[in-house]
Nanobody
Framework: QVRLVESGGGLVQAGGSLRLSCAASVSIFRFNAMGWYRQAPGKQRELVEQRTAGSNINYADSVKGRFTSSRDNAKNTVYLQMNSLKPEVTATYYC???????????WGQGTQVTVSS
């Protein structure tokens, strides 16, 4: 059974940093892609970052230059380093693995990120 567990969210002041982690219960090599999404109250869930199995990485325009993803294959964990945080990024952040037409999508339970002004 695939489980994704996010951690690292919290309350931070504008300009601060957080690093989110997403630990998978299985080898992350089995997924065609992994990524981060976020959902703010009253808004749709949106893509923040996605890394494909071929190591292509896409970032939302709003986070380019401030957010960086990485992974530790030995720990089956992916990370999202978020710097220069702004209040508008306040949301629940979700880790996603797989998806698309060829693979089931799996989601974590989410971790709350709140940036105060």
């Amino acid at each position: 059974q695939v489980r994704l567990v996010e951690s690292g969210g919290g309350l931070v002041q504008a300009g601060g940093s957080l690093r989110l982690s997403c630990a998978a219960s299985v080898s992350i090599f089995r997924f065609n892609a992994m990524g981060w999404y976020r959902q703010a109250p009253g808004k749709q869930r949106e893509l923040v970052e996605q890394r494909t199995a071929g190591s292509n990485i896409n970032y939302a325009d709003s986070v380019k230059g401030r957010f960086t993803s990485s992974r530790d294959n030995a720990k089956n964990t992916v990370y999202l380093q978020m710097n220069s945080l702004k209040p508008e990024v306040t949301a629940t952040y979700y880790c996603k693995a797989g998806g698309g037409s060829a693979q089931l999508a799996y989601w974590g339970q989410g971790t709350q990120v709140t940036v105060s002004s």
